[in-house]
Nanobody, 122 residues
Framework: QVQLVESGGGLVQAGGSLRLSCAAS????????MGWFRQAPGKEREFVAA?????YYADSVKGRFTISRDNAKDTVYLQMNSLKPEDTAVYYC??????????????????WGQGTQVTVSS
């Protein structure tokens, strides 16, 4: 069983930055693909970024967001720069034990955090 706890969400003006963190329990963190997803009101959950031995991004965030991980701390991060109002959503951290890559489908993920709200004002 893996538990994921996100932090770092908040309110920021357009053009600003936020860094989300996701702390994971479990002794095999380094073997998981870790992903970030987001869900805006009235919309489906969508893929943002994923990390295993490499990284993969949704086109909508490429060049603005960076996913990174610290395996010694069992933590994955999402650095979000040049934020736009359309980035407003609840952001979820997820862990996948599957070996497929890139892991951009929510169906690939076995464990989910509770989510953290990101609001970007115009």
């Amino acid at each position: 069983q893996v538990q994921l706890v996100e932090s770092g969400g908040g309110l920021v003006q357009a053009g600003g930055s936020l860094r989300l963190s996701c702390a994971a329990s479990g002794r095999t963190f380094r073997t998981y693909a870790m992903g970030w997803f987001r869900q805006a009101p009235g919309k489906e959950r969508e893929f943002v970024a994923a990390s295993r031995r490499s990284t993969y991004y949704a086109d909508s965030v490429k060049g603005r967001f960076t996913i990174s991980r610290d395996n010694a701390k069992d933590t994955v991060y999402l650095q979000m720069n040049s934020l736009k109002p359309e980035d407003t959503a609840v952001y979820y951290c997820a862990a996948s034990t599957a070996q497929m890559w890139p892991a951009s489908s929510s169906r690939s993920y076995d464990y989910w955090g509770q989510g953290t709200q990101v609001t970007v004002s115009s």
